[in-house]
Each structure stands twice: as C-alpha cells, then as structure tokens.
C-alpha cells in the first residue's frame, strides 16, 4: 500500500503534555506527564489495543477517545523501510473521559476500530499511527503499537533468531497517565510511583517513535574539568513536548536500532514480547536462538525460567542489554503489572507470606535472592551507571579488552588492553557487571554473586551505582545518593558506612558460559545497540560472531 509515513511535516506539530510539577521536590524529580487536554477546541485523538501481541489471524481491537469529529488510523509495519499495511480515514471520533487512575486501572475506552492480521503478516513491530485535523490546519499524531508474534506449534525454524522485546521495561517507563514505575501522582499524596500499572492505555510520546536527532541519555563527549552535569533528555524532552523518562526505554530508543541493524545484516528473524515469553513460553520451541537488546530490566520469575529451561535443552541466548534488576509479577493476562520495587518488603501483599518468591524486588535482594548472573551471568546490581550527568562522566564509553582471543574477537584484529566501542558510545546509560578479581592481569569472577563457575569475563569497565557529587558548580544532580544504604541494606542486611563503602562501584562486563546444552553471550550494557547504528567495526563484528555462531548451532 503506497502511503507517506505519518511522522513528517505537518504531522510534527504536536501539543505539550499537560505538566503536573511538585515544587518541593525540585527540578530534577519534577514530574510531568501526558493526558487528554479533553478539550474540543484543541482536538486530539489517543488509541490503545485490547492486548500486546497477536496471531496470523487474530483480530486487533483499537479502544480509544478523541475529541474530534473524525480521525485517521494506520499501521506500518516497522523496519528498514516502513510498510504501510491498512489505513483508515474519515473514523468517527468518539468522546470518553480519562479515568482519574488510568494509569494503574486502565482506560475503559470504547472501541472505535477492529483490523484482522492476515494469515499469512510477517512476524515484527507494527506501529499504529492515529491524528485528526485541527483549524489551524496542523495535526495531532499520536503512536501506539502492537506485535505480530509467531503462529504456534511452527517446526523448527532454521536460520532465524527469536528477537525478544523488552516490553516490560516499556511498560515500567510509560507514565501516560499520570504514573510509571518512577515517578507520578500515585499515593496518598499524590507524589509517589504506582506499583500497579495497566497495559490499556496509550503510551507515552517517545516510547514508540522519536524524530531524528532526540537525544539519548549518555552525553556525546565527557564534559570539562568543574562543569556542572545536564541532563540533555530532560531539557529537550519538556520542551518539545515528549515523554520524560523517553530516553530510558523504548522501542523508539532501542530494540528498533537492532531491529534495522540486523534486517540490513540479512538476518531473519520474529518477534514476541515478554508478555508472550510469560504465558507462551513454548514459542521459544521453534528457534535455536533468541537474541535481547537494549534494556531489559523488568522481568517475571517465569520468564526467567522459561529462558533457563530453554538454555539447559541446548538453546542459545545473545543479550545485547543492560540493567537487569526487577522481578515483576503480571496479572489479568498480561493487563496489570506489578512491581513494589524499594517498597516491596514492606508493601507488596506477598511479602514474607507462602508466595514470597514472587516478591517484586530486586533479583538480588536477600528477600527475593535469585542473582540475574544465574541465568546471564550479570546483575543489575553489581552495575548500574556510566558514562552521563553525574554517573562516571568522563569514563571511556567503551569496554577494556581483556580475552581477545575469545571466539567472539575472531578476525577483529582485537587486542589485550583496546577499548572497545568507545568512538560509538556503547558502554553507557546502565551496564551489568559482576565481583570480580584479578590474577596475573585476567579479570576472573569471585563466583559470590550467582555467576555460573564456567563464566568467562572478556571485557570489563568501571561504573557507579550512585551518582558522585562535588563541590563547585555540579548541583544538578539526577538522582544523587540518596539510595546507597538502602539497596546496601537489601542487597547484605547491613547498611554500615563499611558496607556501603564496600558496594559503592560496580562494572559493567562482556561475559560468556555454557550451562546445561546451551551456550549465553551477554553484553551487558543498554547502548551497545548505538555501535551498531554508529558503524562501530567491533561492535558490529562481535554481534556477526556472535549471532553466526549461535544460528549454526541450530
């Protein structure tokens, strides 16, 4: 179907989002968000989907609510050129209020459209474009999305890779509404995060497509001796109208810069979300391989095991991502997800009663203890930050080299000592690391963290888990440290300035293993993605190895 993609010109003339600020908190916790202005003078239209996923076959249900006589709607097939494939004008709109906790209880819209997968639609990303017309002749754009995951019972698929959307971190970040997992107006102040959070309901500007140029998280050069650290995303984000937590999670600022990579490449492959690897996980049955990128850092206790299962039967996981750290729990078919994070022991109904393996803590917290290096062979808390505002700012924005002559170095030229990925950035944002020692100038894991005993760390470099704070001019900070002896407390029982000193850094590290049949690559960093968009020669070589080694296996 020939159609000009919805995301240019006139389409980019989009309203701010409805700002709800908390003075006292100051700016760097200040909280906005998107919401229906459910205004008819400035018409405006937002859909959502009855779920996240379909079938070939299966019917996708749009509930939504607009404020405008009537209003446009496509769906486009994502990728290296954009397919259009079905389009509708002239859709009535339909008026519905956005209830006050859409956020944690969903919209309740009614439905303004119905569209059936074909039989035979390709499996990936389909994003949904809905806009209506305004006086001034400009339009309103929102986006939405859903995925066309893999039919069921499929022989074994030769030769293509099961690309694993990180749709629960999407979901953690997606304050339309008014709450997320971070921030919001939630509680009895109406200053906290939700830790109930509905999938029925739009999502938030940014998370599913950017224009060129958005800015990412990590700064793009160190910044200079006694200057104050900015956070560019914020800034940029409040001004032009996007999400803020924009830049933290995404299709937009992720998965898709893998997605383009890897369809240019000539790799094959389909796609599922972690809400199909929760209640489908038999999915995973039809590949040898299943790849994650970017940054995956919620995820339940089954899909854990349904990965470990799958690895243990002789299947190979390559995760390119960073910030493995929150177990969830989701209800209503994938509708609700919970998470108490930091609030868990004491919030979460589970907690310290016969379901508390499902507490929605930390992996490593004593409350929850089952170390994410288990089954990647990194942790989210032996990580965290490098590389932007306040968090290791002028550290290399590469790894250091310490295996080069590890199966995944093969014919890259890779030497003891290089730094990797530096020029492209793709040691930034949040990275995973793990305790570590080193003997005769190997970097080995102290194996006290859940690492499995044949892990092997091919590169490492150091980051923060709290943000440094300097006299002078740096009082613009992101998050400060004001964590520190609470995650310390959780992670040892003991929050001693002893024992907070002792987990204060942490690293971010390329590691390998072996466990059961199966084989697990993991680099763990959220940006490694940008040294495939950025041209990076290693990167990409690694990810080629990487991923050629893997589909040969089967």
């Known amino acids: 179907m020939s159609r000009a993609r919805p995301e240019f010109g006139a389409f980019n003339q989009r309203p701010r989002p409805t700002s709800v600020m908390h003075p006292d908190q100051g700016w760097h916790v200040s909280h906005w968000y998107e919401a229906p202005r459910e205004d008819p003078a400035l018409p405006e239209v937002y859909v959502y989907t009855n779920a996240m996923s379909y079938a070939p076959g299966e019917t996708v249900v749009f509930h939504g609510s607009s404020t405008a006589p009537r209003f446009s709607l496509e769906i486009w097939r994502d990728g ?9 004008d002239e859709l009535p709109g339909t008026f519905a209020p956005m209830p006050q906790a859409a956020y944690r209880d969903g919209c309740g819209w009614p439905e303004v459209h119905r569209w059936t997968v074909p039989a035979d639609a390709a499996s990936g990303f389909y994003r949904v474009a809905a806009w209506c017309e305004r006086a001034d002749g400009s339009r309103f754009l929102q986006h939405h999305f859903f995925v066309v995951r893999p039919a069921a019972g499929q022989p074994r698929r030769q ?6 959307l990180s749709t629960s971190t999407w979901t953690a970040y997606n304050d339309w509404g008014g709450a997320n997992s971070y921030d919001g107006i939630d509680g009895p102040n109406g200053k906290q995060f939700s830790p109930t959070l509905s999938t029925l309901r739009p999502w938030t500007r940014g998370l599913v497509w950017l224009p060129p140029g958005a800015p990412r998280l990590c700064d793009p050069v160190p910044r200079g001796a006694g200057e104050a ?6 800034e940029w984000a409040y001004t032009n109208g996007y999400a803020q937590y924009y830049a933290s999670s995404g299709w937009a600022q992720f998965e898709r810069h893998f997605a383009v ?51 243990d039967g ?14 969830i729990r989701l209800e209503e078919e994938g509708a609700r997800q919970v998470c108490y994070k930091a609030r868990a022991d004491t919030e979460d109904p589970v907690a310290g009663g016969p379901d508390n393996t ?26 965290t930050y490098s590389s932007w505002g306040g968090f290791a700012p002028r550290a290399s924005r ?9 199966w995944a170095f093969a014919g890259l030229d890779m030497h003891y000592g290089d730094v990797l990925g530096a020029e492209a950035g793709i040691f930034a944002y949040e990275v995973d690391g793990v305790e570590y020692t080193f003997r005769h100038g190997l970097p080995y894991p102290t194996h006290e963290d859940g690492v499995p005993r044949n892990t092997e760390i091919l590169a490492l470099s150091p980051a923060v888990h709290d943000e440094e704070m300097h006299d002078g001019e740096g009082f613009r900070y992101y998050i400060k440290d004001d964590g520190a002896a609470r995650r310390t407390k959780a992670l040892c029982g ?16 390329i590691v390998s293993f072996t466990r059961g049949k199966g084989e697990v690559f993991t680099a763990g960093s959220c940006e490694w993605i940008m040294g495939l968009t950025r041209n990076c020669p290693y990167t990409q070589g690694i990810t080629r190895n990487v991923l050629n080694r893997f589909l040969a296996a089967g």
Request: glycine residues 10%.
């Open 494 to 509: 003991d929050d001693s300035p002893e024992a907070i000193e002792r987990y204060k850094y942490g690293c971010g590290v």
């Open 314 to 327: 002789g299947g190979r996981v390559a995760r390119f991502a960073g910030n493995f750290m929150w177990q």
């Open 261 to 311: 990579w890897a369809e240019r490449e000539g790799y094959a492959f389909d796609t599922i979300t972690q809400t199909d690897l929760h209640y489908r996980p038999e999915l995973l049955d039809a590949y040898g391989t299943v790849v994650i990128a970017g940054h995956d850092e919620y995820w339940t206790r089954q899909m854990r095991e349904a990965i470990d299962r799958y690895v």
């Open 229 to 234: 650290p900015r956070y560019p995303t914020k």
């Open 358 to 383: 499902y507490l929605t803590g930390a992996w490593e917290q004593q409350s929850v203890n089952w170390p994410g290096a288990t089954t990647f062979g990194v942790n989210g808390w032996r990580g």
């Open 80 to 88: 290296v050129t954009p397919d259009c494939v079905h389009a509708r």
């Open 398 to 406: 590469g790894f250091t080299v310490y295996r080069p002559r590890h």
């Open 159 to 164: 030769g293509r890779f099961l690309f694993l």
